[in-house]
């Protein structure tokens, strides 16, 4: 069965940092891929996203902070968070698809079920 799962969340300190990672199961390549955020009472929005020719695009609160990249022999998609702030605390999912298309919050094929990252002030 295909899936991606998500793993890395955890309780840090602010100004500390994460690296959540993606892995998708054999049965697809990643084509586009991306790492969307959820935080109680909000709407889930995109933290960052990457094409499948390494390509990447962030929400505009990242400031330089996120590093999405992928492993295309592990297909696999990691997240390096720094300098999180207690803002950034949420459910973090990971998303992805064969195609290799930009693709809206609506749009992927295969989520994962979410790690959830909190950031301590």
């Not at 990249?69 to 950034?88: C, F, G, I, W």
């Not at 459910?91 to 930009?102: G, N, P, Q, T, W």
Request: hydrophobic letters at 35%; glycine letters at 10%.
């Amino acid at each position: 069965q295909a899936r991606v799962v998500e793993s890395g969340g955890g309780l840090v300190q602010a100004g500390g940092s994460l690296r959540l990672s993606c892995v998708a199961s054999d049965i697809f390549s990643i084509g586009f891929s991306g790492w969307y955020r959820q935080a109680p009472g909000k709407q889930r929005e995109l933290v960052a996203s990457i094409t499948n020719t390494d390509s990447t695009e962030y929400g505009d609160f990242v400031k330089g902070r996120f590093t999405i990249s992928r492993d295309h022999d592990k297909n696999t998609v990691y997240l390096q968070m720094n300098d999180l702030e207690p803002a950034d605390t949420a459910v973090y999912y990971c998303a992805a698809d064969r195609s290799v298309l930009r693709l809206g919050l609506h749009e992927y094929e295969y989520w994962g079920q979410g790690t959830q990252v909190t950031v301590s002030s």
